[in-house]
């Protein structure tokens, strides 16, 4: 089993020290399943648990009151093609642009995978 390298300067010397993994040219220590750990939360998933990606399609799986210009609302069953996910911005976390409506933020908890 080959150890990952460090993940502050890429050292590939790196070597188990119990549950850590330490590297001794920065002298960094970390946990692999912790990193593992915070690589999924980081993961961005649609409303039944599936994993998005970039450049998805995914459908719209409730309806969305749309506030500002123009109002309306977005239909449940709306097909959005070509997700952009975006880390880090909180709860609207897929930039999307949605037929009839344009270009929005859309929450990954409303729609599912195409
Ligand atoms: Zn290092």
Redesign the pocket.
Known sequence: MSLPP?P????EYTYEMGELIV?P????EWSPSEAAEQADAALIRDVNGNVLSDGDDVVIAKDLPVKGAGGGTIKVGTKVKGIRLQQGVGDHDIDATVPGFGRMQLKSSVVKKA
């Open positions: 460090c502050l300067c890429a050292s590297c040219e920065c002298a960094h």
